[in-house]
C-alpha cells in the first residue's frame, strides 16, 4: 500500500503535548546521527501540522561541541542541569546519547549516572554509533540487545561480556533504542517516531525526506568481504552468515554442506560463481578480518585473538596474516589511527605530520 504524504489528513489530530527529547552531544560525535534526529523531528512536526516533538542539546558543560568531522555544535544545556530536569516538568520523555566520552573519568560517571536516573524515571534512552558504549557503562544494556557498528562490534563484545550486541541496523528493547550510526540513524529515528506518533506520520516523515526505502532495525548491516559482488546466490548468504557464527570453530567443507543441504562440489562452485574464491578462502579471510577488527579496537593480547578466530597458534595467525595484510599483526595494531591497513596513508605535506611518516615507515607501510 503507497501512502502519500497531506498535510490536511493531520488537520484533525487532537492537539497533544509534545514529547521532549534531550540529545546529549559528546566530542567527536557523529555529524550524520545528529542531523538525521534533528531533521526527523523537524519533518514530524511539519506533516502533524503542530509540535510534535521538542528538542533541546546537551553537552557535559553546557559548551559547544566539536563533531568527528569538525564542525562545533552549540549545546542548550548542560548535563548538570539536565539532570535537574529530572525532577521538574522539563522532563524529557527520550534521553538521546550521540558519541561517547571514552572513559573521560568524571565525564563518563556523571553521564552514565544521568542515564541510569532516566532509566529509572521511566524515561526511555536511546544512543547512536560509538554512543551505544555510554548505555553499555551505565549497564543498562546488560542481558538486553543492542545495536553496534561492524566496525565497533568485536571489540564491544569483548568489552561488555553480558551486552547482546549485534550487527544490526537498530535494535529497540524495553524502551532502550540502539543504533549503528550513519544511515542507520534515520532508519531508527523513523521507527520512533512511529512509536510515539503512530505509522502514517512516519510514512509522511519518509516521503518528505525522500527516503527511497527504510530499513527494517533487524536487517544486516552488511555482508562482509562482498565490496565488489552484486546480488548473491541465497544459499551463498546462509553460509556466509553460518561461517559469521563460528569464528572462533572453523568449519569443515562437510559441515557447510550439511547446513545448505547441498552437496560439496555444489558449496565449492556457488562460492567461486558468486564470489570468485573457494568457501576456505572466503572463510579465512573472514576470520582475519575480525582479528583485524580486535586488533584496532580491543585490548586483547595476540594470542586470545588469534585463539577467538580460529587459528591454532599465534604463530600459525600472525603467518596469515602477514600474507593477508602485508604487515605483522602487533605492527598493525601500533599504526595511527585512521591509517588501518586499506586506509590510503597520506603523502609526506598532505595532512600527515613527520610522525605519522615515521610510524608508517617503521610499521612497513610505503609512502607514495
Not at 573521560?104 to 524515561?123: D, F, H, M, N, Y
Not at 604463530?315 to 586499506?342: D, Q
Amino acid at each position: 500500500m503507497v501512502h502519500h504524504w497531506s498535510q490536511d489528513a493531520w488537520a484533525s489530530v487532537p492537539a497533544i503535548e509534545p514529547i521532549s527529547v534531550a540529545l546529549y552531544l559528546a566530542p567527536g560525535f557523529e555529524l550524520l546521527a545528529v542531523s538525521s534526529a534533528l531533521d526527523v523531528f523537524r519533518l514530524a512536526n511539519k506533516a502533524a501540522g503542530r509540535e510534535a516533538f521538542r528538542w533541546r542539546t546537551v553537552s557535559h558543560l553546557g559548551g559547544a561541541v566539536r563533531a568527528s568531522c569538525g564542525i562545533v555544535f552549540a549545546a542548550d544545556a548542560d548535563l548538570a542541569q539536565e539532570r535537574r530536569y529530572l525532577m521538574q516538568p522539563e522532563r524529557p520523555a527520550l534521553a538521546l546519547v550521540f558519541g561517547d566520552e571514552h572513559d573521560k573519568g568524571r565525564e563518563t560517571k556523571v553521564l552514565s549516572a544521568w542515564l541510569r536516573e532516566c532509566r529509572q524515571r521511566r524515561i526511555g534512552t536511546g544512543a547512536f554509533g560509538s554512543g551505544v558504549a555510554a548505555l553499555a557503562k551505565a549497564g543498562l544494556l546488560n542481558h538486553r540487545k543492542c545495536a553496534v557498528h561492524w566496525e565497533a562490534l568485536p571489540g564491544f563484545r569483548e568489552r561488555f561480556t553480558r551486552v547482546e550486541a549485534a550487527a544490526t541496523v537498530y535494535e529497540v528493547d524495553d524502551n532502550i533504542w540502539s543504533c549503528a550510526g550513519g544511515t542507520a540513524a534515520f532508519d531508527l529515528m523513523i521507527e520512533l517516531v512511529k512509536h510515539h506518533c503512530d505509522e502514517p506520520l512516519a510514512v509522511s516523515v519518509a516521503e518528505l525526506a525522500v527516503a527511497g526505502r527504510v530499513r527494517a532495525g533487524d536487517e544486516r548491516q552488511r555482508l562482509p568481504l562482498l565490496r565488489q559482488h552484486g546480488r548473491l546466490n541465497p544459499t551463498v548468504v546462509k553460509l556466509i552468515e553460518l561461517m559469521q557464527r563460528n569464528l572462533a570453530t572453523p568449519l569443515k567443507m562437510a559441515d557447510l554442506a550439511a547446513a545448505a543441504g547441498v552437496s560439496r562440489r555444489q558449496v565449492e562452485r556457488l562460492f567461486r560463481n558468486d564470489l570468485g574464491r573457494s568457501p576456505c578462502r572466503y572463510f579465512r579471510e573472514l576470520r582475519l578480518e575480525h582479528a583485524k577488527l580486535l586488533l584496532a579496537h580491543s585490548a586483547m593480547p595476540v594470542l586470545e585473538i588469534a585463539v577467538s578466530c580460529g587459528f591454532v597458534s599465534a604463530s600459525h595467525f600472525s603467518k596469515c596474516f602477514r600474507e593477508a595484510h602485508k604487515i605483522a599483526p602487533h605492527e598493525a595494531r601500533n599504526l595511527p589511527a585512521g591509517r588501518f591497513f586499506g586506509a590510503p596513508a597520506p603523502r609526506p605535506g598532505v595532512g600527515a605530520t613527520p610522525s605519522d611518516a615515521v610510524l608508517l615507515r617503521n610499521a612497513g607501510v610505503a609512502l607514495s
